[in-house]
């Protein structure tokens, strides 16, 4: 990994090929990891041109409940930070980009919840 590389972990539509290329302009390999101390909903989506790059109406969201026993799995993708910068433009407004530590020890970014977390448990 290089310093311009950035890591991202992936647990939904960012694993999917079609929404690789589109955001990323080319298919990413990874590597298979888990995000402790969250679970998966399902999160509906309105932003038209993410579920026409996608082809699903609902994505998974990561949502923290501070559980180690809750755990997501996913993979960890190795991106650059142009390429993390389309990969925020994909996104919508219910996720926003954290600094999260995986269980296998390594740092990445991952996309989670950003809706009221008082309300989350």
């Known amino acids: 990994m290089s310093d311009d590389t950035q890591r ?7 694993q999917l090929e079609a929404v690789q290329l ?3 302009g080319r298919r990413l390999a990874g590597q298979v990891d888990r995000l ?10 309105g932003d038209p041109a993410v579920v026409k790059t996608s082809g699903k109406t609902h994505h998974p969201i990561a949502v923290p409940t501070g559980q180690a026993g809750d755990t997501i ?4 993708i190795e ?6 910068a389309h990969a925020d433009a994909y ?3 219910d996720y ?3 600094a999260v530590t995986l269980a296998s020890g390594v740092t990445a970014w991952a996309y989670v919840d950003a809706r009221d977390v008082s309300t989350q448990r």
Do not use: H, N
């Open 36 to 45: 402790p101390g969250y679970r998966l909903e399902q999160l509906a989506i």
């Open 73 to 76: 799995d996913g993979m960890v």
């Open 91 to 93: 996104e919508v407004s």
């Open 79 to 84: 991106v650059t930070p142009a390429e993390l």
């Open 96 to 98: 926003r980009r954290a």
């Open 22 to 24: 589109a955001t990323f």
């Open 8 to 14: 991202l972990f992936s647990y939904g539509t960012l």
